[in-house]
């Protein structure tokens, strides 16, 4: 059988005698190729791993869900604050993660080699760290506009929202790069983690870094709580009660927050877990079944904070309207006028 280039475990065998011809013809064209074998405890349909199949199913729609975020951004000029500018950051890494998930589909089925293995599984490294650290970005920016809310929209504000791309992209970038330039188990399978061809220290040091990550972002998210309350507080004083409505919506920005939160870390937290608790002999369906949630986090974040905005929702409303209208406008026209 052909490895998830991303996922998997050196455990394979070669299929026993009375395996499918296909099965066997799948495993015999792996071992020719030099790929990774995945671990035989996964069925296969017709030839392919279903697990592989969600993985690119899920990749599709983030892919679809994402690149409407980017096309509305980049095409609505009011839209070009600095919060914006992370939101975009965030829908562009998740759009490349589920471009990548569904070319290391094609990839695995079709031009199967160590090379592109490598290759596949740096570009989603990439990726997906590319969306953690902006989710982090969004954080920080979000802390700010309330920490420093008078001087929020200035300048210095748009500097330093250049200096996070900066560096969230040249953080993914290397991270990426890592397993193409040499840190791999390809040659030392000894090394291999339950992400292969990642070695167990390339692992450790993407799961610890995501540990870092969610604690910085838990602390303020922290802060931030606290900051909404105490405004709340203060509003109330001024107004000499504490209506229903400050109540309300106290209640409704600190879910919203917890929501945020629980999302991130459902959806990370397992693979983040395994990652560090994992041992390659173990069947590679735990491995599938921990990453797969972790892509529906990319397949969140545009609903949380891209389709629930209302600048965005104006933006995608005027923008079907628009189609609509030339629709309309074109089936109108006499046959003569076309």
Known sequence: MRNHPA????SAAPPPANDSSAGAQLWTESERNG????????PLAFGVNPWDIMLCMSGTAIACENAIVVAIIFYTPT?????FMLVGSLATADLLAGVG???????????SSQTVSLVTVGFLVASFAASIISLLA?????YLSLYNALTYFSEKTLRWTHAMLLAT????LLLGLLPVLGWNCLDEPETCSIVRPLT????????????????LMLTLYFKICKIVCRHAHQIALQQHFFSASHYVATKKGVSTLAIILGTFGA??????VYCLVGEREYPSVYTYATLLPATYNSMINPIIYAYRNAEIQRSIYLLLCGCFRANAAYRSRSPSEV
């Not at 996922?7 to 050196?10: A, C, F, S, T, V």
């Not at 969004?138 to 979000?142: A, G, L, N, S």
């Not at 167990?200 to 604690?215: C, E, P, S």
């Open 200 to 215: 167990r220290g390339n692992v450790t040091l993407l799961a610890t870094a995501f540990f870092v990550i969610f604690a």
């Open 169 to 172: 992209w040249g953080a993914s």
């Open 79 to 83: 839209l070009r604050t600095p919060m």
């Open 138 to 142: 969004i954080t920080v920016d979000r």
């Open 101 to 111: 998930l569904i070319l290391n589909f094609v990839f695995q089925y079709v031009v």
């Open 35 to 42: 790929t990774l074998a995945l671990s035989s405890d996964v």
């Open 7 to 10: 996922l998997m475990n050196d």
């Open 267 to 272: 959806s990370w937290l397992p693979f983040a």
